[in-house]
């Protein structure tokens, strides 16, 4: 079939498997020109199929020649109807990893569920007997707690009172006023128990008690600060109490798996588009202010830069993984230096939806969130008819 993007507001409908299957080999060819980085060999990335996590899981195979087993929720293609993106991302990075003689293996289903954890430590102990790096990267709204059986779910609000200030519709360009009410009742609970560090930590007491994890293995989780623009609606916001959560997490991990010196960290990555940070208001005028300035500055980068930096420079450097007072990677560290932040600062006063294109990086947004679903690759013939089932061959 020929497969075109088509749209629901902030959500995309359709993915192409061949833009999925560019954008992996763009990634990969990216880790390989850096070098190799002596880094782990046997490898978990939980939420492996987009953005951070898919990054991670290049990183360490193409990086550092390492086994991968990826764990992901994603929606297998039908006749007549496309595969979600990550799952045309999982299948172009399997044939790349065998092609490359790498072992990769992938469970499809909820992380979150005892089940899930099941089957995969069970596939690591028959595959690779232990792992020595995990990679959390979940980034679901919805999460089926597996000991209660209730369904949370996260919000993105404002703590005490109502937010108010600038957004942008990067379909169009219109930069418009937008008010978000403050959140109610259990909504901070709720975003807590979606996306806050409790999945992370169960996954690393399942991993112990069946004895898969080597000693001296790390573990790392990704999140976000962002600037004082998007504080009262991110970091001081419901979102905000979930990533404090998951932060003071690594400390109880780190702790608890002491004896196994095993270490947990966070690591606090850039601002990029993502399905997520499209729905959420400011951010993407925030982001499109942002590109253009890094970029200009010679320091923008993509996920798959994000974590090889963060790999060849922070994790894996034969010295102590340098973090800040609160004990965090920083790899948003270009993101947040004092001069780029003043300048989005500066720019933010002046954007309107007559100068946006000129202030801003809207065009870069757009192209960016088209990538996601496998569309605007350059290279690849959108007018060509496609296989839309293509199988992710090693699924469990």
């Given at each position: 079939m020929i497969i075109e993007p088509r749209m629901r507001?902030?959500?995309?409908?359709?993915?192409?498997?061949?833009?999925?299957e560019q954008n992996v080999k763009n990634q990969i060819e990216y880790v390989k020109s850096k070098g190799p980085i002596n880094g782990a060999k046997k490898v978990l990335v939980i939420g492996a199929s987009t953005g951070f996590g898919l990054s991670s899981r290049i990183t360490s195979a193409f990086g550092s020649d390492a086994a991968t087993i990826g764990v992901f929720f994603e929606k297998a293609p039908s006749e007549g109807k496309p595969g979600s993106p990550g799952w045309y991302n999982s299948a172009a990075f399997e044939s790349e990893a065998n092609k490359a003689g790498l072992y990769a293996k992938s469970i499809n289903g909820d992380a979150f569920s005892k089940e899930i954890k099941e089957q995969t430590i069970n596939l690591i102990k028959e595959d690779l007997g232990k792992v020595d790096l995990v990679i959390y990267s979940l980034a679901s709204p919805v999460r089926t707690h597996p000991e209660t059986g209730v369904t949370h779910r996260s919000v993105l609000k404002p703590i005490g009172g109502t937010f108010s200030n600038k957004t942008v519709d990067f379909h169009t360009g219109k930069v418009t006023e937008i008010s978000i009410e403050p959140c109610k009742d259990d909504d901070i609970e709720?975003?807590?128990?979606?996306?806050?560090?409790?999945?992370?930590a169960m996954w690393m007491d399942a991993l112990k008690a069946a004895d898969v994890l080597e000693d001296g293995a790390l573990t790392v989780a990704y999140s976000y600060i962002g600037p004082a623009l998007t504080e009262p609606v991110y970091r001081k916001g419901t979102i905000g109490r979930a990533k404090d959560h998951l932060e003071a997490t690594a400390f109880e991990i780190t702790d608890k798996l002491k004896d196994l010196n095993v270490k947990a960290y966070v690591s606090v990555n850039k601002a990029l588009v993502t399905q997520a940070s499209s729905a959420i208001?400011?951010?993407?005028?925030y982001i499109s202010l942002?590109?253009?300035i890094m970029k200009e500055a010679g320091i923008h980068e993509g996920t798959?830069?994000?974590m090889q930096r963060l790999y060849a420079e922070r994790l894996y450097t034969g010295g102590d993984i340098p973090v800040d007072e609160k004990g965090r990677i920083r790899i948003d560290d270009w993101e947040m230096r004092?001069?780029?932040q003043q300048k989005v600062a500066e720019l933010w006063e002046q954007a309107t939806t007559e100068n946006l294109e000129q202030l801003g990086d809207l065009e870069g947004y757009r192209k960016d969130f088209y990538n996601l679903f496998g569309f605007d690759y350059e290279g690849v013939d959108y007018k060509a008819d496609v296989n839309e089932v293509v199988p992710v061959?090693?699924?469990q």
């Amino acid at each position: 079939m020929i497969i075109e993007p088509r749209m629901r507001g902030f959500i995309c409908l359709t993915a192409h498997p061949t833009g999925a299957e560019q954008n992996v080999k763009n990634q990969i060819e990216y880790v390989k020109s850096k070098g190799p980085i002596n880094g782990a060999k046997k490898v978990l990335v939980i939420g492996a199929s987009t953005g951070f996590g898919l990054s991670s899981r290049i990183t360490s195979a193409f990086g550092s020649d390492a086994a991968t087993i990826g764990v992901f929720f994603e929606k297998a293609p039908s006749e007549g109807k496309p595969g979600s993106p990550g799952w045309y991302n999982s299948a172009a990075f399997e044939s790349e990893a065998n092609k490359a003689g790498l072992y990769a293996k992938s469970i499809n289903g909820d992380a979150f569920s005892k089940e899930i954890k099941e089957q995969t430590i069970n596939l690591i102990k028959e595959d690779l007997g232990k792992v020595d790096l995990v990679i959390y990267s979940l980034a679901s709204p919805v999460r089926t707690h597996p000991e209660t059986g209730v369904t949370h779910r996260s919000v993105l609000k404002p703590i005490g009172g109502t937010f108010s200030n600038k957004t942008v519709d990067f379909h169009t360009g219109k930069v418009t006023e937008i008010s978000i009410e403050p959140c109610k009742d259990d909504d901070i609970e709720n975003t807590v128990a979606v996306m806050g560090g409790e999945d992370w930590a169960m996954w690393m007491d399942a991993l112990k008690a069946a004895d898969v994890l080597e000693d001296g293995a790390l573990t790392v989780a990704y999140s976000y600060i962002g600037p004082a623009l998007t504080e009262p609606v991110y970091r001081k916001g419901t979102i905000g109490r979930a990533k404090d959560h998951l932060e003071a997490t690594a400390f109880e991990i780190t702790d608890k798996l002491k004896d196994l010196n095993v270490k947990a960290y966070v690591s606090v990555n850039k601002a990029l588009v993502t399905q997520a940070s499209s729905a959420i208001p400011v951010i993407p005028l925030y982001i499109s202010l942002l590109y253009k300035i890094m970029k200009e500055a010679g320091i923008h980068e993509g996920t798959i830069e994000q974590m090889q930096r963060l790999y060849a420079e922070r994790l894996y450097t034969g010295g102590d993984i340098p973090v800040d007072e609160k004990g965090r990677i920083r790899i948003d560290d270009w993101e947040m230096r004092d001069d780029i932040q003043q300048k989005v600062a500066e720019l933010w006063e002046q954007a309107t939806t007559e100068n946006l294109e000129q202030l801003g990086d809207l065009e870069g947004y757009r192209k960016d969130f088209y990538n996601l679903f496998g569309f605007d690759y350059e290279g690849v013939d959108y007018k060509a008819d496609v296989n839309e089932v293509v199988p992710v061959k090693s699924l469990q």
